[in-house]
């Protein structure tokens, strides 16, 4: 017993220290102008106001990137600002502008301004989107000389900068997405098609954030493995349905291992149709994995019972370099038609 319950503590503190963070709020703050500045010429015979204007707020930036961890960077830090601009000075010399801020955020997430209802969507790496803008510089004294009033002692506060609350929202966007019971292969088989390094092991749960792996121009994302239940938020549950939701194809894997292979594919359309009906209706490829740790017959025979569900289905190994032929011909299909 005690062996178990050091088991269950080691996974445990895994889960929290691998688990993905995709669905956060924070606070963002955009810098303030930097105030005008009142200053007179202190040069021997010149007169007249010299203050200049302040420096504009720096901006804040959502910039994307493919590293699907990067919303960790907020877990401790949820309140960010950008720098403010430099207030105004004498003779003439302006504030410097304040640093803009740029976060990088996973392509593929949602940010939800929850200040003003709006929402905007990462979609390339590299691309930028404004989030909030700075505050304009203050005007000194030199820009409020007049023919009747040489001498002005007015200038402007800076504007502040905008102050928004977010939420952001990670929705891979991914061409093909990997379904299946726990330990069904679909981590093996990602990092054999890709270059990916999925996290491999025989016991459940190995795989507690979504993996990425590029097939040329294709992404393949292994999701972590659902269970009965997933979609009421039992497991891993919910927090990685959503991940389904955008892929265009589903490689679902069965393992030749279960005793119930049948069940098992029940099991997961179900819970996908629970969780958005739409799942269903999307092209799916059957695959019975570990097709190597099975006798002939066992095989032969687990096929059959899930061709009455999925005509297509397809025993597949990681060992079997034929097996791994036909998942590629399918995926340059899949590729040809994108």
Avoid: W
């Avoid at 960010?80 to 990088?104: C, I, P, V, W, Y």
């Avoid at 097939?215 to 990685?240: M, Q, W």
């Avoid at 991940?243 to 179900?270: G, N, V």
């Amino acid at each position: 017993m005690a062996i178990r319950v050091a088991i269950f503590g080691f996974f445990s503190v895994s889960y929290i220290c691998l688990m993905l963070i995709d669905d956060i709020k924070i606070k963002i703050s955009a810098g303030d102008g930097g105030k005008g500045a009142v200053a007179f010429n202190k040069n021997l015979m010149s007169l007249g106001p010299t203050g200049a204007t302040g420096g504009n707020g720096g901006s804040v930036y959502a910039e994307g990137t493919s590293d699907i961890n990067a919303l960790r960077q907020f877990r401790f830090k949820k309140e960010l600002a950008a720098e403010d601009g430099e207030d105004g000075k004498s003779q003439f010399r302006d504030g410097q502008t304040g640093k803009d801020l740029f976060l990088k955020i996973p392509t593929g997430t949602v940010i939800y301004n929850l200040t003003t209802g709006t929402d905007v969507e990462v979609i390339k790496i590299g691309e930028r989107i404004l989030l909030a803008q700075g505050g304009h510089g203050g005007k000194g004294n030199f820009h409020f000389r007049s023919p009747k009033n040489t001498s002005p002692r007015r200038f402007q506060l800076g504007l502040p900068g905008e102050t928004f609350e977010l939420r952001l929202e990670i929705k891979l966007i991914a061409d093909v997405g990997f379904v299946g019971l726990p330990n069904a292969g679909k981590s093996s088989m990602l990092n054999e098609l890709t270059n990916a390094k999925s996290k491999v092991a025989n016991y459940p749960f190995t795989t507690l954030e979504p993996n990425l792996g590029a097939y040329y121009e294709l992404i393949l994302a292994d999701i972590p493995g659902l269970i009965e239940g997933s979609s009421t938020g039992k497991g891993l549950g919910i927090k990685f349905l959503k991940h389904i939701e955008r892929t265009k194809t589903l490689f679902h894997f069965i393992s030749a291992e279960s005793d119930e292979p049948a069940k098992d594919y029940k099991t997961i359309r179900k819970e996908l149709g629970e969780y958005n009906k739409t799942l269903l209706g999307k092209q799916e490829y059957l695959f019975l994995s570990k097709s190597d740790t099975v006798s002939a017959e066992v095989l032969s025979h687990k096929l059959s019972i899930l061709k009455k569900l999925n005509p297509a289905v397809m025993a597949v190994s990681i060992h079997d370099m034929d097996s791994i032929k036909r998942v590629e011909k399918i995926l340059n299909s899949i590729k040809s038609e994108k």
